[in-house]
């Protein structure tokens, strides 16, 4: 079944099934665009719960 939508990135129309293998965005570029907010901090899960840059910090493995 194939079900036709807008693009959460740029708007445009776009595939949600199988065949469209960025669903649900419409091409790669509009995925890669998504997922460099995300990494950015752009976009983000909202929450209740506060997590100091402090207690982040001493979390990373990378740190020691």
Request: proline share 8%; net charge negative.
């Amino acid at each position: 079944m194939k079900t036709q939508h807008n693009c959460p990135q740029c708007g445009k129309p776009a595939e949600y099934n199988c065949d469209n293998k960025w669903r649900p965005f419409c091409s790669e570029r509009c995925r890669l665009i998504d997922l460099g907010d995300w990494i950015e901090g752009h976009n983000r899960i909202p929450s209740d719960e506060y997590v100091s840059k402090d207690a982040i910090d001493d979390n990373n493995p990378l740190k020691h």
